[in-house]
Every structure is written in C-alpha cells, then in structure tokens.
C-alpha cells in the first residue's frame, strides 16, 4: 500500500487549498481513509476522516464548517477541501488509511500513512 499527498502550499488567511491523496495497492474501497497533520514542534492530531462507502465523516472541532474530506473510489483517490484557512492550519498534513472504523480519530488505529504535505497560512 502506497499514498501519496499533494496540493499543500502558501496561502493567505481565509484563502482555500485542496489536498489529494493517491493510493496504489490493495482495493481502496475497503480502507477508511483519514487526514491528519502535525504543526512543528506539536503532535500529529486528526482532522478529518470518510468511511470507505463516503457516507460518513468525522471531523475535528477544528475544522468542522471549513474542511470537508471525500474520496473518489473509482480513482483510488481521496480528497481534503479547505476553506477559510487561518494561521494555526499551517502543518504538515497526511493523508492515512485503515480497516474498521472505530475510533476514527486515533492516530495508533490508521496502518498506512503517506508523506506529508505542507500547508502554510499567512496572516
């Protein structure tokens, strides 16, 4: 299993990105997919995740209302929109995936993670 994030840059506050991640291996339709990031000098904490059908989400009190995650089954692609950025959305930002979906926001529970993107959010 291989992902590959993408779309992360420089952006002004209240501007929008849109982060990619590419997946090859196993059918992905069978992985929950989740987002994550890590700002420096802090620990990596959830920010989105989908179900592998699409029909549920789970969001961070964070980013709920600004970020919206989907994915593209047919296109072994998963997506992160993001808008109305602001400062503290400057991380690094990964893209991971795992079977079952309890405990969504765990870190621990996701068995594939990507590199990360750098999102960075200028005052």
């Known amino acids: 299993v291989q992902l590959q994030a993408s779309g992360g840059g420089l952006v002004q506050a209240g501007g929008s990105l849109r982060l990619s991640c590419a997946y090859s291996?196993?059918?992905?339709?069978?992985?929950?997919m989740g987002w994550f990031r890590q700002a420096h000098g802090k620990e990596r904490e959830f920010v989105a995740a989908i179900s592998w059908a699409g029909t549920t989400t789970y969001y961070a009190d964070s980013v709920k209302g600004r970020f919206t995650i989907s994915r593209d089954n047919a296109k072994n692609t998963g997506y992160l929109q993001m808008n109305t950025l602001n400062p503290e959305d400057t991380a690094a930002y990964y893209c991971?995936?795992?079977?079952?979906?309890?405990?969504?926001?765990?870190?621990?529970?996701?068995?594939?993670w990507g590199q990360g993107t750098l999102v960075t959010v200028s005052s």
């Open positions: 991971a995936v795992r079977y079952g979906i309890d405990q969504p926001m765990a870190v621990s529970r996701y068995d594939y």
């Open positions: 291996g196993h059918t992905f339709a069978h992985y929950v």
